[in-house]
């Protein structure tokens, strides 16, 4: 007689084989047309979008009085084409294209202002069913108007950017980056190519967004990030103190036979956290960058944002603390780069944009808030708001304290103000730190300025970057003074 059993059991496990492919057929469409479905309905490239966006009225783009930076008009044939009437917003807002896409604010939220998505997930999942499921959003921005036309005129013909942050609720003010371009002439059909060949090759390359994705050596405003390092991580106090350090301020730090040398206007001795960011010295900072190691600096970095991705509303390019092979702690090749990358040279580099973040996060007592820029979207749906949210704790705020004061005595002290000339506002103490970016070669370093007012309740941090601006004391320390007076003379009051 012919052995049933084992036809009986292969036939069970071809069922069984083609019940858990089934299973996971469905789990995947599932997953990709409920779970994933928002992501991609939202995608910038998503031909629907694209479509979308040809035909339907985007919604507006409003700053935070409701000042309109982005509108829809219609041409001849009656089809609509993107209008922007304030140009220092441009590197923010972008620009929506029929013939060179959208950039900007325009492409992060294509969806949202072209109506395909909604912030209430069961009516999201119904629009299908809809027989006009179109409900354009208008953005409502943190951004003030007047801040950024005052952060673009004081940059002036330099290349460089300006980032202000509100610490408590990462609501960000101010994102200028100079220079500008000319978003209405690409969306206007009639000059499109023009205007987008104005600006892809215009001097400065004004399509770059020197605020995100501007990559600079930072110089001593990295020493902030070296102090919340060496303070979080527990290598030094505030009250730290280094035996060398005299004597290396007069003849150099020697480390592994390479000699750093102090910058000029610096005392010949002994300083505590406070009092070595007031002179901002090289020598101390490589000395505490050396103590906290390699492994912690790149850490608390990272807990900054640096490598990472924040989520915020635009693309930001990536800081990075190191450009090591990685096979010492943290990355770094030697003693030699960690300690010259503590004191903001070496092969490290940084955005304004996370530079702000640094600021705002010795602002808010050591908590860093998420950075947004929108702040809520408007439809015949309602209204969705973008409620304030922390990203995590970097440092306490005993420790966010101390730098504190260590930069209120970069701006206040008898020697720190010979460095921050202008950093001041009337009636109110400000924190900051300024900047000097050697780049070698004949040319004048990166100017930069990090701080924050008042230094007792922070309410605004700022980073300014101007390109080749020459010492911090320069450019970016006045203009940043400048620019935290008008935050409060006009949005503030």
């Known amino acids: 007689m012919m052995n049933r059993r084992p036809v009986s059991r292969s036939i069970a496990h071809v069922g069984l084989t083609l019940t858990v492919a089934f299973g996971v057929l469905a789990a995947g469409a599932g997953y990709w047309q409920v779970f994933r479905s928002p992501d991609l309905t939202s995608a910038a490239d998503n031909p629907a979008v694209i479509a979308a966006a040809r035909n339907v009225v985007r919604g507006k783009i409003l700053d ?33 294209s029929r013939r060179f896409g959208t950039a900007g604010l325009e492409r992060s939220y294509a ?23 179109s409900d354009p959003k208008t953005l409502t921005l943190s951004l003030s108007l007047p801040l950024q036309k005052a952060a673009v005129r004081g940059l002036g013909s330099d290349r460089g950017a300006v980032v202000m942050i509100d610490p408590r609720t990462g609501e960000v003010l101010a994102l200028a980056s100079t220079p500008t371009f000319d978003a209405s002439a690409i969306a206007n059909p009639a000059t499109e190519e ?17 605020a995100t994705q501007g990559r600079y050596v930072p110089g001593s405003v990295f020493k902030i990030v070296t102090a919340i390092a060496a303070l979080g991580s527990g290598a030094i106090s505030p009250t730290t103190t280094f035996p060398n350090q005299s004597r290396a301020e007069r003849d150099g730090l020697v480390v592994n036979g390479f000699r750093i040398r102090e910058h000029k206007g610096v005392p010949v001795r002994t300083f505590d956290l406070a009092h070595a960011t007031e002179v901002s010295s090289n020598v101390f900072f490589a000395l505490v960058g050396l103590k906290t190691g390699g492994a912690n600096l790149t850490e608390y970095a990272a807990k900054l944002g640096f490598g990472g991705d924040i989520g915020f509303d635009l693309p930001v390019a990536p800081s990075q603390v190191t450009n090591g092979n990685g096979d010492q702690p943290g990355g770094f090749v030697d003693d030699v780069e960690l300690a010259n990358a503590s004191y903001g040279q070496g092969e490290t580099f940084v955005t304004p944009f996370q530079m702000a973040l640094v600021a705002a996060t010795v602002a808010n007592g050591g908590e860093l808030m998420r950075p947004h820029l929108v702040t809520a979207l408007t439809g015949r749906s309602g209204t969705r708001t973008v409620a304030p949210a922390s990203l995590r704790r970097v440092i306490t705020q005993e420790e966010a304290a101390a730098i504190n004061v260590a930069m209120v005595r970069a701006v206040e002290g008898p020697l720190g103000r ?7 506002v009337p009636g109110m103490t400000v924190a900051g730190k ?17 701080g924050f007012a008042p230094a007792n309740d922070p309410q605004i941090a ?3 970057l101007v390109e080749r601006g020459g010492r911090g004391a320069e450019r970016a320390v006045p203009l940043g003074g400048s620019l935290l007076k008008t935050y409060f003379d006009t949005v503030a009051k």
């Open 434 to 450: 300024s900047g000097t970016a050697e780049l070698g070669g004949s040319g004048e370093p990166h100017s930069w300025f990090i």
């Open 64 to 96: 935070r009085d409701g000042k309109v930076l982005a509108t829809t008009r219609r041409d001849d044939n009656g089809d609509p084409y993107r209008v922007y009437p304030e140009r220092s917003v441009s590197p923010v807002v972008g620009y929506s």
């Open 194 to 210: 023009q205007g987008f060949a104005a600006a892809r090759d215009g001097a400065g390359k004004p399509l770059l967004n020197r």
């Open 418 to 424: 010979q460095f921050t000339p202008g950093a001041d």
């Open 111 to 133: 969806a949202e202002l072209v109506g395909l998505t909604d912030p209430d997930p069961i009516r999201n999942l119904l629009k299908k069913f809809e027989t006009d499921p």
């Open 462 to 464: 700022i980073a300014v």
